[in-house]
């Protein structure tokens, strides 16, 4: 199965960014650690960024990476949709 990776921060605009994946259009970006079946353990290179072993990996199955502003936009709407369905 092919889905979409991208940098997004773990806290807020100003966390550390680390791997997300969304494996289907409709279904929310995770970070890479949650995705079990995915994710490869990361690198031990101190200061080395999280889920760069899982990107590599994925990114030659087939993945495609997403830029963070558009990946941003869906974790917003989806976030309103949450919101407005309570």
């Avoid at 806290?11 to 997300?20: P, R």
């Avoid at 990476?65 to 558009?70: G, H, K, N």
Wanted: net charge positive; proline share 7%; with cysteine.
């Amino acid at each position: 199965m092919q889905g979409q990776m991208c940098w997004l921060s773990s806290l807020g605009a100003d966390g550390e960014k680390i791997l997300h994946l969304q494996v289907s259009p409709n279904q929310p970006w995770r970070p890479y650690n949650a995705c079990r079946e995915y994710a490869v353990p990361d690198y031990k290179i101190p200061g080395g960024s999280k889920g760069w072993a899982t990107y590599q990996k994925l990114l030659k199955a087939g993945w495609t990476l997403v830029p963070s502003a558009r990946a941003n936009e869906f974790v917003n709407n989806y976030s309103d949709s949450i919101i407005q369905n309570q």
